[in-house]
């Protein structure tokens, strides 16, 4: 509440400064997005579509450090910021951040992740033209801030939010676009895929990791899931996430004991050369989080298990890709874009937990057209 207050009092000072103290309008635009992974993927088909229409205008992207190895060799973005909380927390840091943005000179701001700092900066930072995506999940203090921009695009239920990102690219005059996402590798990284992933297919990759405890579907289900397919298909399982999966990777690994048809490459892939690994596999097969949503960027099919999350507002819309996701729970969905909980309200995550390796396995069969 002490930033909305400030931001209140200070408005005629930012007024006037962003009015007659502002540098010539160049088109530039700075599009603040500091959501996680999934969301950035997603937010990919943006940063083609303004430079389509305006290939020679300035365009940054402030984001949240974990999604940095995906936009760096994104061919469409001039300039990476990222927005270390820890770094510029308080508010102090805020106003450090803002001061630096200042410096840039951005003309526009995109604001397609709405919370308080990707509200306050680009507005203490003297941006004339803020466009914001108003959440249909927004509480009174966001609504205020809210009020600090000069267009707002409305996020309307069932529209994707991916939807709504390219939407609001009307306020820039571009009303044309395409929903296709894009995801760029590190140099070097199609020769360590095809190192590391050789030999006949099909690949079915598990990934493993979740981001949010909440959605976790637990690894023994993956290890049950893991021996059916080694049982009933001749294919060979891609172990996928980060360090902190190494753990839930040897358990499968130790489990199926078939060296030659399981592959982990878990803490081994750095997010940057992920692009390049996936290609090279059939399927995908994970909750609804990244890694799913590079597979489906990259065309390749996947198997979501959804648990709690709101498909309309995101989801992989791939050929061939599969959502999983129990119907007979009144509290689904209970996860959306702009309202992300991470725990179970009601305690005991049956949305989740009550998907079976089972039920999975027959839509890897038929992913596989066995």
């Not at 005059?173 to 199609?190: F, H, M, N, Q, T």
């Amino acid at each position: 509440m002490i930033y909305l207050l400030l931001a209140y009092i200070s408005y005629p000072f930012v007024y006037l400064s962003s009015r007659f103290g502002k540098k010539k309008d160049d088109g530039s635009i700075l599009v603040f997005q500091t959501a996680k992974i999934g969301d950035m993927v997603c937010t990919t088909p943006v940063f083609r579509e303004i430079k389509r229409a305006y290939p020679h205008i300035r365009l940054g992207v402030v984001i949240d450090p974990v999604t940095a190895p995906l936009l760096k060799h994104n061919p469409h973005i001039d300039e990476v910021i990222e927005f270390d909380k820890d770094k510029y927390k308080g508010l102090s840091g805020k106003a450090a951040f803002a001061r630096m943005i200042r410096e840039k000179g951005y003309s526009s701001a995109l604001i397609l992740m709405p919370n308080a700092a990707n509200i306050l900066i680009p507005f203490w930072a003297g941006i004339g033209k803020r466009v914001s995506i108003y959440p249909d999940y927004a509480g009174g203090t966001l609504r205020k801030f809210l009020n600090l921009n000069t267009h707002v695009e409305y996020h309307f239920h069932p529209r994707m939010s991916m939807q709504t990102y390219l939407f609001s690219l009307r306020h820039f005059g571009i009303l044309k676009w395409s929903l296709d996402k894009e995801v760029c590798s590190a140099p070097g990284a199609a020769d360590r895929a095809e190192a590391l992933i050789k030999g006949e297919g099909p690949f079915i990759g598990f990934a493993l990791g979740t981001g949010n405890q909440l959605k976790d579907w637990g690894n023994h289900r993956f290890v049950t899931l893991a021996g059916m397919i080694m049982r009933e298909t001749k294919a060979k399982i891609v172990l996928l996430g980060a360090e902190s999966e190494t753990g839930a990777a040897r358990e499968i690994a130790d489990f199926v004991k078939d060296g030659q048809r399981v592959i982990d490459l878990s803490g081994k892939v750095p997010l940057g050369e992920g692009p390049e690994f996936l290609k090279r596999l059939s399927l995908v097969i994970g909750v609804d989080t990244g890694l799913i949503y590079m597979a489906d960027a990259c065309g390749v099919p996947v198997i979501d298990i959804a648990g709690p999350c709101d498909m309309a507002d995101q989801r992989p819309i791939g050929k061939g890709s599969v959502i999983v996701q129990e119907k007979g729970f009144d509290c689904i969905p209970c996860s959306h874009t702009f309202l992300t909980p991470y725990k179970c309200r009601l305690g005991h995550r049956q949305c989740v937990i009550d998907i079976t390796a089972e039920e999975v396995f027959k839509k890897v069969l038929e992913a596989l057209g066995q």
